[in-house]
């Protein structure tokens, strides 16, 4: 069965402190990786898609990478308007997206 | 641009009643999806259709139903709510078939509480 892990539920950071998230999955054939971000009360905004291990994607403090069995997500040197929840998500060998359960992610002034 | 509009907002049932969720979409997309979100479940693919005329099961489909008559319209019908479904659910469109090499765009959420 096609299952996504994310890890930690929740995690809290002093700005500026950078980390990472991670997500790890079991699928059968991965077609692509999905992160995206949800601020409360609203949809998810995409963020990027990884296709295939060692791939690795940018947009401003986050950077996305993937090997075989995870996803990392890394912040560097964190804003308070990162703070949101982070949602990985997976598609495997057919149409479905699968979810993960997400990260909270709050960053302290 | 409108994207993706989901209405209601907000909702309250009586256990038994049904209603349907509705959700368009302005940008052409033929995958259209509908999640539900829980404390500490994420969001759980109910249906999905790759265009109009297909529909198919997510991974908790039992008490909904979804029709796609349309390219622009993926309602979501609750056929006798029950206090499980209380939730906040979510509709999602993609450019490409499946969501693969393009993202999920997602409407702001319906708010949906069974008593």
């Known amino acids: 069965e096609d299952q996504v892990t994310q890890s930690p539920e929740a995690l809290r950071l002093q700005e500026g402190e950078s980390s990472s998230l991670n997500c790890s999955y079991t699928?059968?054939?991965?077609?692509?990786l999905f992160w995206y971000r949800q601020d409360p009360g609203k949809g998810p905004e995409f963020l990027f898609t990884?296709?295939?291990a060692g791939e690795e994607k940018e947009k401003e403090r986050l950077k996305a990478t993937l090997t075989k069995k995870e996803s990392f997500l890394h912040i560097t040197a964190p804003k308070p308007e990162d703070s949101a929840t982070y949602l990985c998500?997976?598609?495997?060998?057919?149409?479905?997206?699968?979810f993960g359960s997400g990260t909270r992610l709050s960053i302290r002034p | 641009n409108a994207g993706v509009t989901q209405t209601p907002k907000f909702q309250v049932l009586k256990t038994g009643q049904s209603m349907t969720l509705q959700c368009a979409q302005d940008?052409?997309?033929?995958?259209m999806s509908w999640y539900r979100q829980d404390p500490g479940m994420g969001l759980r693919l109910i249906h999905y259709s790759v265009g109009a005329g297909i529909t198919d099961q997510g991974e908790v489909p039992n008490g909904y139903n979804v029709s796609r008559s349309t390219t622009e319209d993926f309602p979501l019908r609750l056929l006798s709510a029950a206090p499980s479904q209380t939730s906040v659910y979510f509709c999602?469109?993609?450019?490409?078939?499946?969501?693969?090499?393009?993202?999920?765009?997602f409407g702001e959420g319906s708010r949906l509480t069974v008593l």
């Open positions: 940008m052409n997309h033929e995958y």
């Open positions: 998500a997976v598609q495997a060998l057919g149409t479905k997206i699968i």
């Open positions: 990884l296709y295939s």
């Open positions: 999602a469109s993609s450019p490409r078939q499946g969501g693969v090499g393009g993202e999920l765009f």
């Open positions: 699928v059968s054939g991965l077609r692509g």
